[in-house]
Nanobody, 125 residues
């Protein structure tokens, strides 16, 4: 079992940057045995995949909408995964969630077993 706490959201202008963090506390199983992902959900829309990273951190996969602007990375010594968001756009406005999965580099929300509480990101135009 793993508990996830998202943080780092806020209000930023178009073109700005934010770094989200997701701190994990795992019991009975190490953090580095989970692939981690970030998803987001805008008002009135379904939750969508943003990025995922393998348990070692050596492999990543991004949604086309964020490729080249967002970077996912992790520090297994700190049990934390991050999402660095640059060149933010108003359409990036959403609640962002981190999640943990057993499956490798999956973009399907249904494959993720554990979820953070979400952190709000608002990009003003």
């Amino acid at each position: 079992q793993v508990q996830l706490v998202d943080s780092g959201g806020g209000l930023v202008q178009t073109g700005g940057s934010l770094r989200l963090s997701c701190a994990a506390s795992a019991s009975g199983r190490s953090f580095n045995t989970y692939d981690m992902g970030w998803f987001r959900q805008a008002p009135g829309k379904e939750r969508e995949f943003v990025a995922t990273i393998s348990r070692s951190g050596s492999s990543t996969y991004y949604a086309d909408s964020v490729k080249g602007r967002f970077t996912i990375f992790r520090d297994n010594a700190k049990n934390t995964v991050y999402l660095q968001m640059n060149s933010l756009k108003p359409e990036d406005t959403a609640v962002y969630y981190c999640a943990a999965a057993d499956l490798i580099l999956t973009s399907r929300a249904s494959d993720y077993n554990y979820w953070g509480q979400g952190t709000q990101v608002t990009v003003s135009s």
